[in-house]
């Protein structure tokens, strides 16, 4: 069965130079282990085709049941070099949320 | 020694709602109110602003926020400490105290921190061996030097905690961490040690939810934020102190937005790197090893947090004058509104080519199809699209080919796709890109200085 990953998490996303972070954290903590599975450190650089030209980094809160992502050279330049609209990765967090996942 | 304190988040930055201060000192009862103005893009308009007129540089709002407040905080002893004094401290103070005066206030005392500002030290900084290497990149400092706006150490809670011990009832810094502002009246208060590092990181973790202001009591909450009750009327966050460095995050009675275990997680995540090194002057916080207990009626506990001793360095912030840039919109309706928006992007394009101008970057976006997540975008049918705004960026160095595209944007009106408009706003001009220089300094060669300034 296929879930969007936004039934069992959700999460906020800012900007730390030209890099996005995005934290996600689940409802509970089946939903951890879900996506502790899941959003590989390949997996969400897949998903970020196109938008995240650099490493992707991975970090687990269990305490928080949440884990925090680096997305490095993704922002375009970062703060006011940026010439994106969303200079500061705020909607990347709901951009994530949207994978699906096989359960 | 005071079994606990309240201390209230009033701003989450320059340009958050106006009378959130106004609200935290008179909806309950608080015992400190903390005002973060400061983002890195701050500081560099700040110090051009001074560099117009000596006496400016500093948050404006704040002289006008104290004549409404001063009143009220003097009468119920709330300190005030805020960084807002950006790269001119003591004429925030000045500003502050001359307000006071027409006011009517007796007896305020100022505590001003200053020191932070590196912008004229850095020839010496630089011959006595501070290198200023930038983190990301490892280039040497040499290579923007000159076209630096401005350099700013970030400097912890305790040069605050010293102006608490010297009596101050307002204390105001340039570039302190947003944190150190949550942390210093702990310190103080509970009389805790420079190598309390625990207690220092629980401190230090408070600021970090309470430092964006209603992001952790509802507001931009990604869970369920249909939920979120009265975002008209949100209460700003506050966090409930004690001197074993438990805290309680809660907001005032009667006030709209909500504090949950979702709403500070998600403001627990925001913006960090490793959880498990949360670097500040003071420490290196574990975010791995907070615990958060929802007790309910809009209050969340923190505790068990653990912390490790403070690094060598201080931060340093530059900012640097890199070209220019210059965005321009148009919006095309229904029908085919994408394919209009497309085609006009390539028509300007071709436009800007055969003008052989240069560019660093061109960036597209379709604005009601693409410009937030980009490929992740659901192709749509056109026949579902009532409207789309083509946003259209460029950078560069040359100045005059920035301002020649923004010549090029409104004669797409009559040379273009048709139903096209929204370009009511003249020419785009170009504006200065202002670019970030981080680096680390060894704390021996900054020393914060606490100034007083009495009524």
């Known amino acids: 069965m296929k879930i969007k990953l936004s039934d069992i998490a959700h999460g906020r996303s800012g900007d730390k130079g030209d890099a996005a972070n995005i934290g996600i954290i689940a409802y509970d903590s089946a939903g951890y282990e879900i996506i502790k599975q899941n959003l590989t450190v390949e997996k969400v650089k897949e998903h970020f085709e196109g938008i995240c030209f650099g490493n992707v980094e991975r970090f687990e809160l269990p305490n928080l049941l949440a884990l925090n992502f680096l997305l490095h050279n993704t922002l375009g330049g970062g703060g006011t070099v940026s010439l994106k609209h969303d200079a500061q990765g705020k909607t990347l967090a709901s951009a994530l949320l949207r994978m699906e996942i096989e359960v | 020694m005071k079994e606990k304190i309240r201390i209230a988040a009033g701003q989450g930055f320059w340009g958050d709602l106006i009378d959130a201060p106004y609200h935290q000192v008179t909806k309950g009862h608080i015992d400190y109110l903390i005002l973060d103005y400061l983002a890195e893009v701050t500081m560099s308009i700040l110090q051009k602003q001074k560099n117009k007129n000596h006496e400016l540089g500093y948050a404006k709002d704040i002289p006008e926020l104290m004549r409404k407040i001063l ?64 983190m990301e990149t490892d280039k040497p400092i040499a290579a923007v030097k000159e076209k630096i706006v401005s350099a700013n150490v970030y400097f912890g809670a305790f040069p605050i905690v010293e102006a608490l011990e010297k009596g101050a009832d307002i204390i105001i810094t340039g570039r302190t961490t947003d944190t150190g502002l949550t942390l210093a009246p702990m310190i103080y208060e509970f009389g805790w040690k420079v190598n309390d590092y625990d207690l220092l990181s629980a401190g230090t973790i408070a600021g970090h939810i309470l430092e964006c202001g209603a992001q952790s009591s509802g507001g931009n909450f990604l869970g369920d934020w249909q939920s979120i009750p009265d975002m008209a009327e949100i209460g700003f966050p506050i966090a409930e102190a004690f001197p074993n460095g438990e805290f309680i995050i809660t907001k005032h009675l009667n006030t709209g937005g909500l504090v949950s275990f979702e709403t500070v997680a998600e403001q627990l995540v925001y913006e960090i790197g490793d959880p498990k090194s949360y670097i500040t002057p003071d420490c290196v916080a574990d975010f791995t090893s907070i615990k958060l207990a929802d007790l309910g009626n809009d209050r969340v506990k923190v505790f068990d947090i653990k912390g490790f001793p403070e690094t060598e360095f201080y931060k340093v912030s530059c900012s640097y004058e890199d070209g220019y840039s210059s965005v321009a919109t148009l919006t095309y309706s229904y029908p085919q509104a994408l394919t209009k928006a497309k085609a006009a992007d390539e028509i300007l394009r071709k436009r800007l080519s055969n003008l052989n101008l240069q560019f660093d970057e061109i960036r597209t976006e379709f604005v009601g199809y693409n410009s937030t997540h980009g490929p992740l975008s659901k192709i749509l049918d056109e026949e579902d699209i009532n409207e789309i705004m083509l946003r259209v960026a460029v950078r560069g160095k040359d100045y005059n080919a920035i301002e020649r595209f923004g010549k090029e944007i409104a004669p797409l009106i009559l040379t273009g796709p048709p139903s096209v408009t929204g370009f009511a706003g003249g020419r785009p001009k170009p504006s200065q890109v202002i670019a970030y220089w981080p680096a680390l300094i060894p704390k021996k060669f900054v020393k914060p200085i606490v100034k007083m300034l009495e009524l």
């Not at chain 2, 007796?106 to 001003?112: A, E, R, Y």
């Open chain 2, 71 to 134: 009143p009220i905080i003097t009468t119920k002893k709330i300190k005030v400490i805020t960084n807002g004094g950006g790269v001119n401290p003591i004429s925030c103070a000045n500003a502050l105290l001359k307000v006071a005066k027409e006011i009517g206030i007796k007896n305020l005392k100022i505590g001003v921190v200053l020191g932070d500002d590196i912008k004229d030290r850095l020839d010496e900084l630089i011959t006595g061996g501070a290198e200023l290497k930038n």
